[in-house]
């Protein structure tokens, strides 16, 4: 679960049966979103602190595949990648981070039909993040990390 407010970005997890609180979300103006890796992702909902029920519905968006790949070709697994808009300004927040999974793959249906710009993320904090390329919903992609 998502809270976003101006500049502000909360996150929660939702229990097992369902139910969910951010705290540091008070007054009003707050969008809140809910998405799945498998399932999908809501619409944004507006919100107030102290609001005792929302209902954010999971619809699945198209899928969104791509391979991370190193220089020699081979897949690059359990790297953390930066999932943005491809028409985001530099800099921006991303919309997602995702680890590769063992073939070096991510695979998702939480993020709306769209292109997407892929980033490397440094290993230490503080670092700049690598741009690897852009993807499209629908179309599974390879992105071949730099030296």
């Known amino acids: 679960i998502h809270a976003s407010r101006g500049e ?9 049966e369902g139910r969910f609180r951010i705290d540091g979300a008070e007054g009003p103006g707050w969008s809140v979103l809910a998405g799945e890796h498998g399932t999908g992702r809501s619409d944004d909902v507006p919100a ?3 609001d005792a029920a ?3 519905v999971l619809r699945a968006q198209p899928l969104l595949e791509f391979t991370v790949l190193g220089e020699s070709g081979a897949p690059l697994r359990g790297v953390r990648v930066a999932v ?3 028409d985001a300004a530099p800099g921006s927040p991303p919309e997602a981070i995702f680890d590769t999974d063992a073939d070096g793959r991510v695979r998702t249906r939480a993020l709306r039909d769209g292109s997407w710009s892929v980033e490397l993320t440094p290993p230490a904090a ?3 993040r690598t741009p690897l390329g852009t993807v499209r ?3 599974p992609a390879e992105l071949r990390a730099p030296r």
């Open 84 to 86: 943005l808009r491809a």
């Open 54 to 56: 929302l209902a954010l």
């Open 8 to 16: 502000t970005s909360l996150s929660a997890w939702t229990d097992g």
């Open 137 to 139: 919903n629908g179309a």
């Open 126 to 128: 503080g670092g700049a």
């Open 48 to 50: 107030s602190g102290g």
